[in-house]
Structures are given as structure tokens and as C-alpha cells.
Nanobody, 119 residues
């Protein structure tokens, strides 16, 4: 199983980016998907998560600005980021719980995509 994250880049404050995370490999079902971020010298923090049924949760710092979604048919998760601030600058990582069968699962990480918010 592999997770491929993409969509990062350099954007001015107030701008938008959309991150994607494609899950590939031997998949029975994809459970919860999440996005984390890690700024230099800081710990990796949860940004948003979404269940298989598309119930979402957000860190307080991104509520109202970020939207997490998923397309189960495409095995893909998304993070739409609007009204970006310099403090959103970080490497963003996707995470997914992938089931090999109805009961056995493992958690996987993508490789990270850099988001830089700067004028």
C-alpha cells in the first residue's frame, strides 16, 4: 500500500491550495483518512480527519478555512485550504487506515508535501 500526497506549493497569504492523497495497492477498504502537518522544529499535529462516511473533524486553528473530503471510488482524500496564513506553513502528511480484509488493518503515511504561505 502506498499513499501519494500532492498539491503543495508556495502561495500568498489569503490564497488557496488543494492537497490530494491517493491510496494505491492491495486495498479491501479505506477507513479514516487524516491530514497532519509539521512545521520546522515542531511536532506533527493533526489538522483534519474524515471517516468512511465523511464525518469530519478539524483542529481549532483551521476550522472555517480548511475542508477535508474524500472520494471512496477513487481511493483519494483531499484537503481544501482557503484563507491561508503564514502560520499554516508546514509539511503536510496524509494518513490512512487501510484494511486488508474485514478485520485486519494498518495505518500508512504519505511522503509529505510542502506548503509555504508567504508574500
Amino acid at each position: 500500500v502506498q499513499l501519494q500526497a500532492s498539491g503543495g506549493g508556495l502561495v500568498q497569504p489569503g490564497g488557496s491550495l488543494r492537497l490530494s492523497c491517493v491510496v494505491s495497492g492491495s486495498i479491501f477498504e479505506i477507513g479514516p483518512m487524516s491530514w497532519y502537518r509539521q512545521a520546522p522544529g515542531k511536532r506533527r499535529d493533526l489538522v483534519a480527519s474524515i471517516t468512511t462516511g465523511s464525518s469530519a473533524n478539524y483542529a481549532d486553528s483551521v476550522k472555517g478555512r480548511f475542508t477535508i473530503s474524500r472520494d471512496n471510488a477513487k481511493n483519494t482524500g483531499y484537503l481544501q485550504m482557503n484563507s491561508l496564513k503564514p502560520e499554516d506553513t508546514a509539511v503536510y502528511y496524509c494518513n490512512a487506515r487501510v484494511f486488508r480484509n474485514s478485520v485486519a488493518f494498518s495505518d500508512y503515511w504519505g511522503q509529505g508535501t510542502q506548503v509555504t504561505v508567504s508574500s
